[in-house]
Every structure is written in structure tokens, then in C-alpha cells.
């Protein structure tokens, strides 16, 4: 076995967060072959504080709008924001990666309510190598009728709540 780099050896968890690569070499030390591994569990040990994140998906306030993805094996995340469910992008914003957690977050100024909008997200993948996948949100409250894109809702809105649904109570056990 080779070596590891020396900051490898002081951070351990750093391993995990990266490709694990087994290659087998010949006494010369030729490559013969070479094959990738994930451990099971390995995410969920290194990411363990993602379990105290409750606001993944999309949020609208008055401060703007926020994403949060958890996708800790992603290389790079995007927002991809259309205006109507078949135009073209209007914005696109970067999303910044959080170690602790592996969640990755893109926030706009603006209030993007009744707005489109899908993640870039960019992953490595053994034999192909980078590869963009434009996806909706795993948390998505609604989406275009042909689920190709999520769409930005603020359901405490006024607008989206039927007559009467702030004064109708609560049935106390649902069968």
C-alpha cells in the first residue's frame, strides 16, 4: 500500500468525503485493475448533523427565497429559476456546500413565489467521469404537470389557501 498524503493522516473524515479508489498492481507496481467502494453508512456517519436540518426544500420570507439540498456527493450545486414551467432559465444562483452537513444552500434576494425552478447538480460518476443532472426538488410542495420542474410556493399565503381554511379546526384524530 502506498502512502497517504499527510494531510490525509491527520483528518480521517476527509477520506470519506472523497472517491475510494482500490487498485490492484502487478510486483512492479503496474496498475491491473481498479475499482471504486462506498461504504454503507459512511454518509450518514460523516454527515450526522444534516439530521437536525428540518428547512430542506425551497423557503420564501421576507428576506428572499432559500434552497437547501442535502447532496453531500455532489461536486457542485445550481438553481436553475424559470419564470413559467416551459420558458427558458432567468436565473441561475450558486449554491455554497456546508461540510458539517452536506447540505448545499442558494438563496435569492428576491421573493420568488409563483416561480419555477430546478437544481444543476453535478456529480462524478466511475466511467464517465463529471455528469450535470438538471432535477427537481426532492422536496418539492408541487410541481409542473409534467414533473420536470418544482415549483415556489409560500403555503401560509393567502393566495393558496382555500375559503375558510384559517377558521376551520383541526379534527382531533384522523381515521
Known amino acids: 500500500a502506498r502512502p497517504q498524503p499527510e494531510d490525509r493522516r491527520r483528518n480521517p473524515d476527509q477520506r470519506a468525503a472523497q472517491q475510494l479508489v482500490l487498485v490492484q ?27 437536525s436540518v428540518t428547512d430542506l ?45 452536506g447540505v448545499w444552500v442558494a438563496t ?20 464517465v467521469g463529471l455528469v450535470r443532472n438538471l432535477v427537481t426538488d426532492p422536496y418539492s410542495v408541487s410541481v409542473t404537470t409534467d414533473s420536470r420542474r418544482s415549483y415556489i410556493a409560500d403555503l401560509s399565503s393567502d393566495a393558496l389557501k382555500p375559503a375558510g381554511w384559517d377558521a376551520t379546526r383541526v379534527p382531533a384524530k384522523v381515521a
Open 57 to 101: 426544500g425551497v423557503k420564501v420570507s421576507g428576506a428572499g427565497t432559500g434552497f437547501k439540498l442535502w447532496a453531500p456527493t455532489a461536486q457542485k450545486v445550481s438553481v436553475a429559476v424559470y419564470d413559467t414551467g416551459v420558458d427558458r432559465t432567468t436565473a441561475l444562483l450558486p449554491a455554497t456546500f456546508d461540510r458539517a452537513t
Open 25 to 51: 498492481e502487478d510486483a512492479a507496481g503496474l496498475v491491473q485493475n481498479a475499482t471504486t467502494a462506498q461504504i454503507p453508512g459512511a454518509l450518514d456517519d460523516l454527515y450526522a448533523a444534516a439530521g
Open 108 to 127: 435569492s434576494a428576491a421573493n420568488l413565489t409563483g416561480k419555477y425552478y430546478r437544481y444543476v447538480v453535478e456529480v462524478f460518476v466511475r466511467g
